[in-house]
T-cell receptor
């Protein structure tokens, strides 16, 4: 059972365009929603994260929009650059004691054309 | 200066062998994790340790055994390797349930 559904699987945008990746979750116990960026041969790196009591969070060109009632959240990358080409993972998280248990989406391969 | 380092980065081994992947974090974090990324890039948690105590143990074959000698180290031992174990294994760490930092991964190929 896939608890976090991510779309699209792949995305191609022109330089300067807006990239939008969507995720939906089922478990209302999730209390933290990070986005990770992964370059080939590297580990996932935290890009931006949001908690469910906030509807939007912006950091530079990256914005998370969160809709708690719809159980959906999305990543917007403004002014997309070729250097943004990577795989993006949404995740939803619960706490297990002092640990965070991340449930990842299936990933989106973003290609930004120069 | 690598925050979460794991060795080896690449490992090619034959079916039936036993192998280990080592992980160390120098962030002073109290919690460490092992994640598995399959050929379709799907990431899934395997284990989590807090101060040497097992916290999260997902449905993983018991051929996989994590060992934490101290809170800065979490090693992964895999016995009787199978073809399906081929994947990228990521070590990660966090402090008190906050941001999780990943290592660069260990590419395991079983032939």
């Amino acid at each position: 059972q896939q608890q976090v559904k991510q779309s699209p699987q792949s995305l191609i945008v022109q330089k300067g365009g807006i990239s939008i990746i969507n995720c939906a979750y089922e478990n209302t116990a999730f209390d933290y929603f990070p986005w990770y960026q992964q370059f080939p041969g590297k580990g996932p790196a935290l890009l931006i994260a949001i908690r469910p009591d906030v509807s939007e969070k912006k950091e530079g060109r990256f914005t998370i929009s969160f809709n708690k009632s719809a159980k959906q959240f999305s990543l917007h990358i403004m002014d997309s650059q070729p250097g943004d080409s990577a795989t993006y993972f949404c995740a939803a998280s619960t706490r297990s004691g002092s640990a965070r248990q991340l449930t990842f989406g299936s990933g989106t391969q973003l290609t930004v054309l120069p | 200066d690598t925050a979460v380092s794991q060795t080896p980065k690449y490992l090619v081994t034959q079916m039936g062998n036993d192998k280990s992947i080592k992980c160390e974090q120098n962030l002073g974090h109290d919690t460490m994790y092992w994640y598995k990324q399959d050929s379709k890039k799907f990431l899934k948690i395997m284990f989590s340790y807090n101060n040497k105590e097992l916290i999260i143990n997902e449905t993983v074959p018991n051929r996989f055994s994590p060992k934490s000698p101290d809170k800065a180290h979490l090693n992964l031992h895999i016995n009787s390797l199978e073809l399906g174990d081929s994947a990228v294994y990521f070590c990660a760490s966090s402090q008190s349930g906050n941001t999780i930092y990943f290592g660069e991964g260990s590419w395991l190929t079983v032939v």
